[in-house]
């Protein structure tokens, strides 16, 4: 077992160091951004690695690129700058909600975009639902080049990606719509949340759902669209009640996990009035 002074740190200079460095040290090294993740690693009985790789002094893993048609998200946009950069886009204000309310201050002043979405141990991360529901796609670097994936094919592939392999930008496509983030935070679970429900949505002249994506995060292991509930919301009008006894119509397609903060049960049983909840910030927010 390696000691942590015994652990060597390399200061990355560029993604194509990173992936370099990455790839020939193997299962043998990890990134390091924030490293918030890497602070609670002895809490999740897991080693220390010989080799960390920095990554904070990477210019092309920074900033929040805001376009016409798109936003671009370098892997190492803190939460905060997130936040930030997204506040006054109304299609963007539930991942702003997601990116603002996560964890602590302290905690979002540090932890990184691209940290939050490759720890694939933390069901409760508040980016993953809230990028779900804005169709975002991630853009991996690696050995054989960059390739961009839809966000829910890179999560449910991340613990199989070859060494080297680094998110260096998340993109989010921007439209007509408005979105919503909501979570359920206990205080037995810290500043974690035990549910997360965040939507985003596209409303016709009517007034009826045009376009509709749901992402529920802390319930299953991994976030996921909710597509059941999404169809069942089709044309219907951003109703909050209807869409919360839709939610408990739908809620068993769910295979929600237990923890110590709260029983997977639970879990589900708590999303009809998340539901419920977004659909008012939704509606309010027109």
Known sequence: MVAAHEARLHVATSVDD??????EAGGDAVPMAGA?????????????????VALGRIEALKGVEIAADAVSIGACVTHAELAGGLAGLPE?????????????PAVRAVATVGGNLAASGFAAADL???????????????????????LAGYLATRDQAAAGSLIVRVIVPRGDCVSAHTRLPL??????????????VAVSPDGTIADLRIGVGS??????????????LASQPLDPEAAATAAREHAGV?????????????????????????????????
């Open 92 to 104: 963007m204000r539930g991942l702003a909600q997601a990116a603002g309310h996560a964890a602590t």
């Open 36 to 52: 918030t993740w890497l602070m609670r690693a002895e809490l999740r009985d897991e080693p220390i690695r010989p080799l960390y």
């Open 254 to 286: 769910f295979a929600p996990r237990d923890g110590v903060e709260a029983s997977g049960a639970y879990r589900v049983r708590v999303l009809p009035a998340l539901v419920r909840r977004a659909i008012e910030a939704l509606a309010a927010s027109r």
């Open 128 to 150: 993953a639902p809230a990028l779900l529901a804005a169709d975002a796609e991630v853009e991996v670097a690696g050995s054989n080049g960059t390739e961009r994936l839809p």
């Open 187 to 200: 205080r037995v679970a810290g500043d974690y949340p035990v549910a997360i429900v965040s939507m985003n």
């Open 18 to 23: 990173a992936v370099a460095v990455l790839t």
């Open 219 to 232: 319930v299953e292991p991994v976030a996921a669209r909710w597509t059941a509930l999404e169809e069942a």
